[in-house]
Nanobody, 117 residues
Framework: QVQLVESGGGLVQTGGSLRLSCQAS????????MGWHRQAPGKERELVAR???????NYAEFVKGRFTISRDKDKDTMYLQMNSLEPEDTAVYYC???????????WGQGTQVTVSS
């Protein structure tokens, strides 16, 4: 089992920045990638950014150039630096760890990000 705890969400004005953190614990060796997903009210959960164990990074088109994902393996922590935030970025942001062999995900409890206009 892997436990994920997010932190760093909050309320920010348009154009502002936030940094999310995801602390992982447990059987970290059983995951091969981690990522950030988000879910806005009335919408489906969507991938924001993903980083593999090998350091390959993917971003959703809507965050390219604004968000940066990173990972500190020594600390078992993943980050999402979010700049130039827009009201459309308002959502609950979830940390996810992808199980090896495509067996699904571990999820954190989510952290609310609210961007005011």
């Amino acid at each position: 089992q892997v436990q994920l705890v997010e932190s760093g969400g909050g309320l920010v004005q348009t154009g502002g920045s936030l940094r999310l953190s995801c602390q992982a614990s447990g059987t970290i060796f059983s995951v091969n990638a981690m990522g950030w997903h988000r879910q806005a009210p009335g919408k489906e959960r969507e991938l924001v950014a993903r980083i593999t164990d090998g350091g390959v990074i993917n971003y959703a088109e809507f965050v390219k150039g604004r968000f940066t994902i990173s990972r500190d393996k020594d600390k078992d922590t993943m980050y999402l630096q979010m700049n130039s935030l827009e009201p459309e970025d308002t959502a609950v942001y979830y940390c996810a760890a992808e199980k090896i062999y495509g067996l699904g995900y571990y999820w954190g409890q989510g952290t609310q990000v609210t961007v005011s206009s």
